[in-house]
């Protein structure tokens, strides 16, 4: 099997239906609230100014990498389980951004944002756990290659040019996990869109490159002899992955690895008050607080004492004092900038203890769970377990955080953005495209 044909042919010729539409709809809007605050610096970020010094040529490479790093710099964007990564942060960012040079419908720009995200799923599953493993960074790396397939579906290339272009960004994709908790983590997926529209780009050049092997040498090198690269293309849309298992959206500004662990501290916080027992009482009296999980269910959240806010993101210790504390993982508290020093003692006390009976999380990351216990300085222990599962039962409502997000926004504008981030006709597209022009 030629697989970069196989893999094209399946990008150009499938259709995705109406129920997928409307979840990359919601993707929209959750990518919206996440890099609108950014863009508009309405929270700390020192980052995008940085950046415009170095991208501010108006191009479209320049508008995907400001665009990309913008909708990741909070870490607050959309998660999907197969890819093990940021899938719309590196597809949308590459779309929009072309969109503004080239316009296309919104059916198609929905289109290609759906083959996008289901090239991101089944790319994270015929690379397996061990690309993760191994240090890479998804959302870089595969998320590049997605990109591409998104704009690849997006320009109605045929197979050849669009084997040829995911060739391109296949040997340009890289970003490692060791960026995580500096601004060169968002810059990664700023990075995947711009390689995809530079590899678009050289494509629609006629500049030569191979147009097979290449997705095959990639997985082969970066998958520690697991790559299962038939996943590309069995089954393919059956169902559409932005449908299931779907694209997860945050409830917390934290390390996607954090949330179930800070569920669980808040379920011994509110069960403690329930009781009739004050905050102060609670915190007062905690000796000790431990924290297990799947050998391995920290391989993302591995900071255990956070040097800044941006650091505090991937820390258990400091996302469990936080909820312990104020019932929330407040923007304020993972934002750029200094830790709250109120969080810092009591993170002090969490201590990390992997659970040996467990399987290993990179067997099964949709089983991961986090069981909390505090420790009183009587004696007594309350304890919480909560798995990954039941955090995404809770689901997230992603209308209400789009208005979150834009609450410093005047009430016609706010109205405007909400509008038109359902994306219901291509004026809504046109106009959303020029707004986000980073």
């Known amino acids: ?15 995705p239906d109406a129920a997928a539409r409307d979840a990359a709809r919601t993707g929209i809007q959750d ?9 508009q610096q309405q929270v700390p970020d020192s980052g995008l100014p940085a950046l415009r010094q170095v991208y501010g040529d108006g191009s479209v490479r320049s508008q995907a990498l400001l665009l990309g790093y913008a909708g990741h710099a909070l870490d607050y964007d959309d998660f999907h389980a197969d890819f093990r990564g940021h899938p719309s942060v590196a597809i949308l960012p590459a779309l929009f951004a072309w969109q ?39 959302t870089a790396t595969l998320g590049t290659l997605a990109a591409a397939a998104a704009l690849a579906r997006l320009l109605q290339l045929n197979a ?12 340009q994709a890289s970003g490692l996990r060791a960026q995580f908790g500096s601004a060169v983590k968002p810059l990664h997926a700023g990075l995947a869109a711009e390689r995809a529209v530079m590899a678009a780009q050289l494509t629609l050049a006629k500049f030569d490159g191979r147009h097979e092997g290449v997705l095959d040498a990639f997985l082969a090198a ?12 069995e089954n393919w849309g059956a169902p559409w992955r932005i449908s299931t298992p ?7 500004p934290t390390c996607a690895g954090t949330h179930s662990a800070a569920e669980a501290a808040r379920l011994l916080r509110r069960a403690w008050l329930a009781e009739g027992h004050s905050l102060d009482s609670l915190l007062e009296n905690i000796d000790d607080i431990t924290v297990a999980f799947p050998p391995g269910g920290d391989i993302a959240a591995a900071v255990r004492v956070p040097a800044n806010g941006i650091e505090a993101r991937f820390s258990l210790e400091y996302v469990i004092a936080a909820m312990l ?45 986090h069981l909390v216990t505090l420790t009183l300085k009587e004696g007594r222990q309350l304890q919480q377990r909560r798995t990954r599962q039941q955090s995404l039962a809770d689901g997230v409502d992603v209308a209400a955080k789009l208005r979150q997000a834009l609450r410093h926004e005047v009430p016609a504008r706010q ?12 004026a809504d597209l046109a106009t959303l495209s020029q707004l986000l022009r980073a």
């Open 1 to 15: 099997m030629n697989l970069s044909h196989a893999l094209a042919e399946r990008i150009l010729q499938s259709q």
């Open 415 to 426: 109205q405007q953005l909400l509008a038109i981030s359902e994306l219901q006709s291509t």
């Open 100 to 138: 503004q040079q080239q316009p296309a419908t919104a059916e198609a720009f929905l289109d290609a944002y759906v083959i996008g995200v289901e090239v991101a799923g089944r790319l994270g599953l015929a690379a397996s756990q061990q690309h993760y493993a191994l240090g890479y960074h998804n």
């Open 246 to 252: 779907g694209l997860e959206f945050k409830p917390f």
């Open 31 to 39: 990518f919206l609230a996440v890099s609108w605050p950014v863009l």
């Open 325 to 369: 504390m104020y019932d929330d993982l407040r923007l304020e508290d993972f934002a750029e900038g200094a830790l709250n020093p109120a969080v810092m003692p009591l993170a002090a006390k969490v201590r990390r203890t992997p659970d040996a009976s467990a399987p290993p999380d990179a067997l099964n990351p949709a089983r991961r769970f």
């Open 160 to 171: 050849t040019d669009c084997a040829t272009l995911i060739g391109i960004a296949a040997t």
């Open 222 to 233: 970066s998958s520690n002899g697991e790559a299962q690269p038939q996943r590309l293309v």
